[in-house]
């Protein structure tokens, strides 16, 4: 139990931001919380929490162990729901939003056969490329893909989302293959205009680094699927998500260079807002899509997805 109780304290402090704010939420004094997070640092060997007089942030460590520890407290809520539910169904009404592209490949396919098992449940699909408030705008859940800004979600890591760069055969003869990452700023790019992510360049693995580098834009779009229908018309380079162009990469239409500087991937994730009891339906739900993405034959598919 004391275990338990300092990893509950450690996500409260990492997401609230500070110890103050987290002991009021449980009712206790701020020292008994900073007890339970010096223990917790003891006991594991490393230091999870910078403490100043103005602020708290985590550590590299610290970063890596809130997700698993928000992950673990997240599946124990669900085992222990799991029983206590007993024969308990599902009922109310599910608020989901998604980025647009990928929610029409793998969200949208999946809500009926989640409502078909849950009849008492009602479910609206929001389709959104756009960073959706889930608490302002009253959204139960939301599946998002590549790096999670910091805040006081919670997020469950679904499956990965692994990016390439690609170009069609007929660019490629017409103005080269890259063969350094560097060398993208020498083609025509084209680039998403909506995403953060890409706001600091396109991610690759140089020297055993991660590494962004600024592409030259020619063209850019909000909407992915423009990007990729540039890309196969021959317009330019682009940086895309494994589901998105598998299928074309495959068949020829699409080429992937810079595989040997692939950076890692990174995620696809359910998140939503820090609640002690989440409604039946939400851990249905995000069961139910974590066990989806979570089998390989999934994305073995007609639409394809993350290795």
Known sequence: MDRLKQIESFVAVSTKGSLTAA???EGVAPAVIGRRIDALEERLGVKLL???TRRIS??????????DAQRLLVDLAN?????SAGGLQASGHLRITA?????????????PHFVGQHPEVSLSLNLSDRLVDLVNEGFDCAVRVGDLPDSSLVSVRLADNRRLCVASPAYLQRRGRPTRPEDITRHDCLTLSSEASQTRGWAFMIDHQLSHVRPPTRLDCSDGQVLHAWCLEGLGLAWR???????????????????EYAAPPNGIYAVFAQRKHLPLRLRLWIDFIKEAYGDPA???GSTSAPA
Not at 58 to 67: C, D, I, P, V, Y
Not at 79 to 83: C, I, W
Not at 242 to 259: F, I, K, M, T
Request: negative net charge; hydrophobic residues 50%.
């Open 58 to 67: 985590l550590t590299h460590e610290g970063s890596a162990f809130l997700e």
């Open 50 to 52: 910078v403490r100043t």
């Open 79 to 83: 085992a222990e729901a799991s029983v």
């Open 23 to 25: 002991a009021t939420a």
């Open 241 to 259: 998500s494994w589901w998105e162009v598998e299928a074309d990469v495959r068949a020829g239409r699409l080429v992937s260079v810079l595989d």
């Open 99 to 111: 980025p647009a592209g990928f929610g029409r490949r793998h969200v949208a396919p999946l809500v």
């Open 298 to 300: 999934y994305w073995q």
